[in-house]
């Protein structure tokens, strides 16, 4: 059995997907109380990685747990997740970690991230991490101004990153879950172009049919938008991030094409399939 956490978000659906057309038994779990939808043979739980004691039940028995971290991690106990998947017989642990843990190791807004690479490193089972890039989904954030003012705003509008699309992530880490090659590995994950927010501003107008016009906005504006719905360390060091990529951060990484045998996908195609939530 392989338990995947954050099963319901942009990666977690699309690798419970795989897995089970792969027919794998898989355990999906989530934080969240609304009703879930999995796909027909897939068992749901409902379990918060912040308390490690509702995961027991949940991976015993299981033999690979894909772990997904919300936000920086910095309210996790690893060492306590750890020590419940171990009692529960995992031997593979895949993280999804990020690349700004390899990037930006010491960034106050990613260490803790980086400490629960350490953490798994240190676990004595099986483990690849992965460490996407920016998400194309992020992009979510501009729907509503997209539908009703036909109009984004975001800062260093001429800043070019490789951004990755979620369902790639899901997919690797299927592939990953399944095959004892990727063991002692760290993936980075990222799309196969560099592209600016006014170019995929302009990308959404081409997926929807109709102009999207690009505002630039300042750092502080953006930061202050940020800080609503995530802690003040992550924004300046997403923002840091956005603004001043390192040579690293917009390297183009092999690793999608040479696990999954394909290209990765590009923001031209995430927009496509993603068009209905800009109208």
Known sequence: MIVVT???????????EALS?????????????????VPEGVRYRQADLAEPETL????????????????????????????????GGVARLVL????????????VSHAPLRGIEDAVRRSGAAWTILRPGGFASNAYAWAESVRTRGTVAAPFGDVGLPV???????????????EDR???????????????????????????????????????EARAQMVRFMPEPVADGTLDILGDPTPEERRISP??????????????????RHAHAFR
């Open 182 to 220: 990727h063991a002692g590995r760290i993936y980075e994950l990222t799309g196969p172009a560099l592209t600016t927010p006014r170019q995929r501003a302009g990308i959404i107008g081409e997926a929807l049919g109709r102009p999207v016009r690009f505002v630039d906005q300042t750092r502080a």
């Open 6 to 16: 954050g099963a319901t978000g942009n990666v977690g659906r699309v690798l419970v």
């Open 56 to 87: 027991r039940p949940v991976v015993d028995g299981a033999r690979a747990l894909f772990l997904l971290v919300a936000g920086a991690g910095a309210h996790l106990d690893p060492g306590a997740i750890l020590d419940v998947a171990k009692a």
């Open 96 to 107: 999804l970690s990020s690349q700004a843990a390899g990037t930006r190791p010491r960034s």
């Open 255 to 272: 690793h999608t094409e040479q696990i999954l045998g394909r290209p990765p996908r590009g923001f031209d195609e995430w927009a496509r």
């Open 164 to 178: 990755v699309d979620p369902a790639d992530i899901g997919e690797v880490a299927a592939a990953v879950l399944r």
């Open 21 to 37: 057309a792969a027919g794998e038994r898989v355990t999906a779990v989530s934080r969240g109380t609304s009703p879930v939808s």
